[in-house]
């Protein structure tokens, strides 16, 4: 299994907010696109991956690949999702998980919170740019993708972030969007040992 | 300077649709993304790429990185950048082409007059699934990428583009959508040589 877990500094933990204005609600149009650059292929879906959007340390809402429902590829449907989650917030109780539509659960954790139920799923990897660069690593098993927003991490996140890591990389030389980097990281796993046959675009 | 021709077979080719439902303007949402991801990274622009969509076969958008103004990530400015040089599609008489916005043109082409006119800039890489796989190709100098929306190029483009094409490449084993597998092909060009030293994500 593939997880990603984006921190979202100035996203929103309610609803209140406008689909006609995404940039505007803590640039949930960029959260959007890492749920959907992490779950979707052109006309299908990556079941074996989990992400996890962090918002504003107070709530992270979870999209299942292998359960979820009318995802699909466009920012403003992805962000109506997250959007009726946070309606739900009020039913999470501690750290048990509500599941507002299928495949779409939030919980009221923050990013410490976070870590610790899912960083041992696997290899905790840091996606920033004084890492290792990705060609000299051996690509990870079940790896938990730890990605920024458009902010740089706190040297608090970060430090917690150290406490949990395996790892922390780099996937090139330019400073990519994290739905972008999502994709490349995708991309690095997936073309391991890619060559010398016919695959498909 | 890296170009990527990008076909939209629904494309709207008048500006008569609602920045609400992108994905039901033809797909505008897909295409909006191709724009971004091809000249956006984190806090900047690539200003040596060119994207130029092709809509309808009718009309083709082309987004200069070295021009371009009030280029945001998010797809419904994007798409309101597009509708923009819609409205003035009317002023663009026999291949001239009208500038709406700073660096975003119009011109009244259809994929084989854009072929005519771009593909000898440099390299045509036609992105398919039945394509060399990447790793097995020497980085092309001045490529211009040639990628289909949420269809399949039909037997016509193929054959157009046949005529200019230099390669057929594929990135990798799972088939993506046109802006990840933009983001991919970015990545594969990026990366040429990487490793070893400390980039930036």
């Known amino acids: 299994m593939r997880q990603f877990i984006v921190v979202g500094h100035d996203a929103p ?8 204005d995404l940039p505007g609600a ?3 149009d960029l959260l959007a696109r890492c749920v959907t650059s992490s779950l979707l ?21 979870t999209v299942d690949g292998a359960t979820v ?7 403003r449907s992805t962000a109506a999702l997250v959007q009726n989650a946070l309606e739900q917030r009020g039913e999470a109780v501690g750290h048990v998980a509500v599941e507002p539509s299928p495949g779409v659960s939030l919980r009221r954790l923050g990013l410490a919170e976070t870590l610790d139920v899912v960083a041992g799923d696997g290899q905790l990897c840091v996606l920033h740019e004084d890492g290792t660069p990705a060609p000299d690593l051996a690509p990870p098993t079940d790896p938990v993708f730890l990605l920024s927003d458009h902010r740089a991490f706190t040297d608090a996140e970060l430090s917690l972030a150290d406490g949990h890591a395996d790892v922390r990389v780099t996937l ?7 739905d972008q980097a999502i994709t490349v990281a995708h991309s690095w ?3 391991e040992g890619f060559g010398n046959f016919h695959g498909s675009l």
Not at 41 to 61: A, C, P, Y
Request: charged content about 30%; proline content about 6%; glycine content about 8%.
């Open 13 to 20: 933990t309610t609803p209140d907010f406008s689909l006609d």
């Open 26 to 28: 803590g640039r949930l």
């Open 41 to 61: 292929l052109s006309h299908g879906i990556r079941e074996d991956v989990r992400t996890h959007l962090v918002l504003g340390d107070t709530v992270t809402v």
């Open 69 to 75: 429902q009318r995802l699909n590829p466009d920012e």
């Open 172 to 178: 090139g030389p330019e400073r990519l969007h994290a």
């Open 189 to 191: 796993l997936d073309t």
